[in-house]
């Protein structure tokens, strides 16, 4: 069975701090890997999306990278700012036995960033 | 963009009474899923939809029925709530296939059953 997880669970930092955010996954056969932000009160909102066959993806300053063989991958925010405090999930994408394509979710990790 | 839209935002229901929460996504997708988050347990799947006139299970779809009124809706029903029902309930859609494509979400139902 396919199982998402994201340590630490919170993490609390100063203004300015380059942060690495960590997901591990126990099986290696998935179609993406997805990271999502998630405001208090608010949905998911999709950040950046890594094919398998791809390594990494970046957008502004996040940048996502994928290690499929070892299960791993790391959301890289770089300058941080109160702005990004909420909690980020990672997801993957994976076909279980016997069934259609499905998301996984870890259980998020919430950022705070302190001014 | 309204995007995928839920209604209500709020609700208290107590236990043995019925709801449905309703789901609608104005972006032509034809994927639409249900999902609840609770504290400690991330996102699970309770049912989804893959296109017009078709629904399936997913991860915990006990207790739970639903509806795919048109591309546009989707809806969840709860005949008789209990309080382990009580959670945040979202909706997401998708075009094409989820291994290719992001997931767009609505800003959730959180449900209290007494």
């Known amino acids: 069975k396919q199982e998402v997880t994201q340590i630490p669970a919170a993490l609390s930092v100063p203004e300015g701090e380059n942060l690495v955010l960590n997901c591990s996954f126990t099986d290696s056969a998935i179609y993406n890997l997805q990271w999502f932000r998630q405001d208090p009160g608010k949905g998911l909102t999709s950040l950046l999306l890594?094919?398998?066959?791809?390594r990494e993806q970046t957008s502004g300053r996040l940048n996502a990278s994928l290690d499929k063989s070892s299960g791993r991958s790391t959301l890289y925010i770089a300058a941080s700012q109160p702005g990004d405090s909420a909690t980020y999930l990672c997801?993957?994408?994976?076909?279980?036995?016997?069934?259609?394509?499905?998301?996984?979710f870890g259980k998020g990790m919430k950022l705070t960033v302190n001014p | 963009n309204a995007g995928v839209t839920q209604t209500p935002k709020f609700q208290v229901l107590k236990t043995g009474q019925s709801m449905t929460l309703q789901c609608a996504q104005d972006m032509n997708h034809n994927s639409m899923y249900w999902y609840r988050q609770d504290p400690g347990m991330g996102l699970r799947l309770i049912y989804y939809?893959?296109?017009?006139?078709?629904?399936d299970k997913g991860e915990v779809p006990n207790g739970y029925n639903v509806s795919r009124l048109n591309k546009r809706e989707f809806s969840l029903r709860l005949e008789s709530a209990a309080p382990s029902q009580t959670s945040v309930y979202f909706c997401a859609s998708i075009e094409g296939q989820l291994a290719k494509n992001i997931q767009y979400f609505g800003a959730g139902t959180r449900l209290s059953v007494l």
């Open positions: 890594i094919q398998s066959s791809q």
């Open positions: 997801a993957v994408c994976h076909l279980p036995q016997g069934g259609s394509e499905k998301l996984v």
């Open positions: 939809s893959a296109s017009e006139g078709t629904t």
